[in-house]
T-cell receptor, first 112, second 114 residues
Framework: RKEVEQDPGPFNVPEGATVAFNCTYS??????FFWYRQDCRKEPKLLMS???SGNEDGRFTAQLNRASQYISLLIRDSKLSDSATYLC?????????????FGPGTSLSVIP | DGGITQSPKYLFRKEGQNVTLSCEQN?????MYWYRQDPGQGLRLIYY???????QKGDIAEGYSVSREKKESFPLTVTSAQKNPTAFYLC?????????????FGPGTRLTVL
């Protein structure tokens, strides 16, 4: 089993739709989690950190389920500008604090 | 403005040549990283460094070398031993010692071997 796995995608959704991505991780001791956004041919940029209580930032909501070892990202009222690849990132406890694990990414296309 | 710079943005290399990619940061971050990304693929860790004069191999270190002589700089050399070097190379940095701190990325270098 890979350390971090994501929904394979691609997701093609109409503007205004709600879409959710899931990410599973194998190391139950993992301590911190992030969602990054990567536009085509650009560098990844932090979208949200994922806290144990879940967190919301405008149209974006991140949830953590430690028992099932997955995190999710919900995007409401999708915009054309949300089209990108979304990367799940896990910082595992017990290994070097400074080495994080990137998932393969889930591609989202928002269609007019 | 604080940030990470990578140069050049595009690089073309003939087979058999070594080439060095530059990465500089002025964020005062201790940890720095090099990743490789192939089309449609995720990021794969090449090397990382937590402090000056120390670095560790990542998952795909073969054919690459790095140095960390200064806190601000972490250059990556792609050697002729790397069999398939054409890829998008990303440098990142992070404030070391906190598991909750995210990585910041430079704009990347696209390397093409002719």
């Amino acid at each position: 089993r890979k350390e971090v796995e994501q929904d394979p995608g691609p997701f093609n959704v109409p503007e205004g739709a709600t879409v959710a991505f899931n990410c599973t991780y194998s190391n139950s001791a993992s301590q911190s989690f992030f969602w990054y956004r990567q536009d085509c041919r650009k560098e990844p940029k932090l979208l949200m950190s994922v806290y144990s209580s879940g967190n919301e930032d405008g149209r974006f909501t991140a949830q953590l389920n430690r028992a099932s070892q997955y995190i999710s990202l919900l995007i409401r009222d999708s915009k054309l500008s949300d089209s990108a690849t979304y990367l799940c990132v896990v910082n595992p406890f017990g290994t070097s604090y400074d080495k994080v694990i990137f998932g393969p990414g889930t591609s989202l296309s928002v269609i007019p | 403005d604080g940030g990470i710079t990578q140069s050049p943005k595009y690089l073309f290399r003939k087979e058999g040549q070594n080439v060095t990619l530059s990465c500089e940061q002025n964020l005062n971050h201790d940890a720095m990283y090099w990743y490789r990304q192939d089309p449609g693929q995720g990021l794969r860790l090449i090397y990382y460094s937590q402090i000056v004069n120390d670095f560790q191999k990542g998952d795909i270190a073969e054919g690459y070398s790095v140095s960390r002589e200064k806190k601000e700089s972490f250059p990556l050399t792609v050697t002729s031993a790397q069999k398939n070097p054409t890829a998008f190379y990303l440098c990142a940095s992070r404030l070391s010692g906190s598991i909750s701190d995210e990585q910041f990325f430079g704009p990347g270098t696209r390397l093409t071997v002719l």
